[in-house]
């Protein structure tokens, strides 16, 4: 599970504020093994982060927990946030 132990390392690396600051934990990790598919969730009530490797692109998505099957894209609510637009899709993660 090399791959999994990287992007673990690279999502703990680019969330460390979120993991140190403010106790988010990581709640599943799983290494699909096929095309370097890699998943890693971060958990810290009200929120979870999704951290998904699909075929090499990396997506970041976002929830509440008490609606964990409603995922979002986190570049979709920073624009609704925000009120400007950011554009979706792959991301680098490291």
Not at 9 to 22: D, G, I, S
Not at 62 to 79: F, G, I, K, R
């Amino acid at each position: 599970m090399a791959n999994e132990s990287a992007l673990l390392e690279q999502v703990e690396a680019a969330f460390a504020p979120l993991v140190q600051q403010w106790a988010f934990r990581v709640v599943e990790s799983n290494d699909s093994g096929a095309f370097g598919n890699v998943l890693v969730v971060l958990e810290r009530q009200p929120i979870r982060v999704r951290v998904a490797s699909d075929r090499g692109d990396v997506y970041i998505d976002v929830c509440s927990t008490s609606e964990p099957e409603n995922w979002y894209p986190l570049a979709s609510m920073l624009s609704a946030l925000a009120h400007v637009t950011i554009a979706a899709g792959p991301c680098g993660v490291g």
